[in-house]
């Protein structure tokens, strides 16, 4: 009886203590797409990506009803950093559909007019951002007056509160009202005053783009072991974490805890997250309940990470190294600047390669695609009524005849003359060779055997072309190790040894994409063609082990890819990651890539391509 009573009343106050509108409300999923739109449209930065944000405590005074029912401790709260523009997954505040998506459209409109932090304090840079907003965009102005009425309703009137909370209350309430008239927060006075109300309109200050903007200032170091807020990547939501020192438990008969989690249900959990395949889903909902997520790096070894060493080649089964690598530059997007000589890129050969004829399974498909590309080739061709030539053009005499008779006086020729048509282009196929693609694309395929059944095929096509063609690929270990694999050069003919080096391909280890792509640049400038294109294949976003992930990456990329169109080279993108439309545009322009939602199809897809982008 117990029991059922307990459960009626927190079922009963809960229901009455609620104040969102679940009947009304919008999610992020709904308008996502459009959003990012939006955000880049209204002048935002084209290289951040829309995403949802997790909530977190606030630490704000609530209703007394809210206390009772212990609900609406923590908020979804709209932040910005220097990689992504964080928005509540659901809007449910206000009563109407209409405000709860009017509340979305304003936050990307603030959000596309916020400058990087500054000493300013965060009430006085958030009323910046609204009346750059309000100028930029006026006919915001009547949904933004309704919404700061509908939330001004649903806040906690200033004189229930204590002195100190409420002229925090009243400054935010005129900020809101009339922006620009509050130059600061009131400070709170008494120890154990609550933390202003979260504000639905605002962006929340982001601890992340706070670090990164430390850290961008003269002399302060690339990383730290000082708090800061990281990216965890479980169901796309950013958490605040916090790095500690690994817990030390010397002595077997002691249990290891924290003194302060007496009272919570917080501890030490120790996980190795390295070496986890695939995140444990009871560990994810365990961190959707934890306000603060502590990280630490304890260095110790595990079982699992041997079995990563002994997935590495050894060095008398690896490729081939030629020469003493290449040093590349990199883009730095923190700094704005190009790092000379900051990556190495060394080009490897086979060391044994067997001639490996074309497999049984691709004949057929590549009788197809050689017939097809074989009208493309170079030939002669007889062009009609020229001024001069090797033989008489019969019609044309005729026609010039029946003209003097006529009266007319044309002076077209009467020769025929036999040209050739040559194709003056040269491609470079560059293929991600990433230990992403060991991955399985269907029950009898994993990507690398889809990316060398594509080459194969690729090459017997652009065989009968004639045209001048170069297959490599590349992964890398840190930017001290770029591997950059030579299958087939533009001088070396596509036989059974270039087939041998395609079959002989393996998964190798991380993307380093921009210093594949300069160095594919500099071989593709060399060919003496007038179009010269870089199709690269790969299955997912830049990433290497050095901090060479999320927008450092992209960014690097997509400078690269700039480079090479400086130098006449016209870049595209074939990837099978379907979420490459988040990231894709940035790097290669909204026409630059092209996205196969099966990856199968690619063999037969990528020649087909190819003639379209050539204009064949």
């Excluded at 959000?111 to 932090?117: L, M, R, T, V």
């Excluded at 002669?380 to 053009?393: I, N, S």
């Excluded at 993307?511 to 593709?524: D, F, K, N, P, Q």
Aim: hydrophobic share 40%; glycine share 6%.
């Amino acid at each position: 009886m117990e029991e059922l009573v307990g459960g009626i009343w927190d079922r009963f106050i809960t229901r009455v203590a609620r104040r969102d509108h679940p009947e009304a409300a919008m999610k992020l999923s709904e308008l996502e797409k459009m959003l990012g739109v939006l955000f880049r449209a209204l002048g935002g930065d084209a290289g951040l990506r829309v995403a949802a944000a997790s909530e977190r405590r606030h630490g704000a005074r609530r209703r007394l009803l809210s206390r009772i029912a212990g609900s609406d401790e923590r908020a979804a709260c709209a932040s910005l950093d220097l990689e992504t523009l964080r928005l509540p997954a659901e809007i449910a505040l206000f009563p109407q559909r209409s405000l709860n998506r009017d509340l979305y459209l304003w936050l990307i409109a603030l959000a596309a007019n916020e400058c990087a932090p500054d000493e300013a304090c965060w009430i006085v840079r958030m009323q910046r951002a609204t009346l750059r907003a309000l100028h930029a965009l006026p006919g915001l102005e009547p949904r933004y007056r309704r919404l700061v009425a509908a939330t001004l309703a649903e806040r906690i009137d200033p004189e229930a509160m204590p002195g100190d909370e409420g002229a925090q209350e009243r400054a935010v309430r005129a900020a809101l009202t009339s922006p620009g008239s509050v130059t600061e927060l009131p400070p709170l006075e008494r120890r154990k005053a609550k933390a202003v109300q979260p504000v639905p309109l605002w962006l929340v200050p982001s601890p992340l783009a706070e670090a990164s903007a430390r850290r961008a200032q003269p002399g302060a170091p690339e990383s730290g072991d000082s708090e800061e807020a990281e990216e965890v990547a479980a169901g796309k939501k950013r958490y605040q974490a916090e790095r500690a020192d690994s817990p030390q438990n010397e002595s077997p008969t002691m249990f290891l805890f924290r003194a302060e989690s007496l009272l919570s249900w917080a501890e030490y959990v120790k996980v190795n997250r390295a070496a986890d395949d695939d995140p444990d889903p009871d560990a994810v909902r365990k961190a959707e309940d934890m306000d603060t997520l502590t990280v630490t790096q304890d260095n110790e070894r595990v079982a699992s990470k041997v079995r990563f060493d002994l997935d590495l080649p050894s060095a008398a089964a690896d490729d081939e190294p030629v020469g003493e690598g290449i040093p590349l530059p990199e883009w730095n997007y923190r700094r704005h600047e190009l790092i000379p000589d900051h990556c190495r890129l060394q080009a490897l050969q086979s060391r044994h390669v067997e001639p490996t004829p074309l497999p049984e399974h691709l004949r057929r498909p590549a009788r197809k695609l050689k017939s097809q590309f074989a009208a493309l080739a170079p030939a002669r061709r007889w062009q009609k009524a020229q001024p001069d030539g090797t033989e008489l053009d019969i019609d044309a005499c005729v026609r010039l005849h029946a003209d003097k008779l006529a009266g007319s006086h044309a002076g077209a020729g009467a020769y025929l003359n036999q040209n050739r048509h040559e194709r003056d282009l040269a491609c470079l196929v560059l293929a991600d060779l990433s230990l992403s693609t060991d991955a399985w694309v269907s029950n009898e395929h994993k990507v690398i055997d889809v990316i060398r059944d594509s080459l194969m095929l690729f090459g017997e096509a652009l065989s009968a072309t004639g045209d001048a063609f170069g297959f490599y690929g590349f992964s890398s270990l840190k930017r001290g190790n770029v591997r950059f694999h030579e299958l087939k050069d533009f001088t070396a003919p596509f036989d059974s040894h270039a087939r041998g080096r395609i079959a002989a391909l393996k998964p190798g280890y991380y993307t380093r994409m921009g210093a594949g792509i300069r160095h594919s640049a500099a071989l593709l400038e060399k060919q003496p063609a007038a179009m010269r294109l870089l199709l690269i294949l790969t299955d997912g976003k830049p990433h290497d082990m050095d901090h060479y992930e999320g927008r450092y990456g992209v960014e690097d990329t997509r400078m690269a890819l700039i480079d090479a169109r400086r130098q006449g080279i016209k870049p595209f993108c074939v990837t099978i990651d379907r979420e490459g439309g988040s990231y894709l545009p940035h790097m290669f322009g909204p026409a630059g890539f092209t996205v196969l939602r099966r990856p199968e199809e690619l063999p037969t897809r990528l020649p087909l391509l190819y003639a379209q982008l050539t204009g064949r």
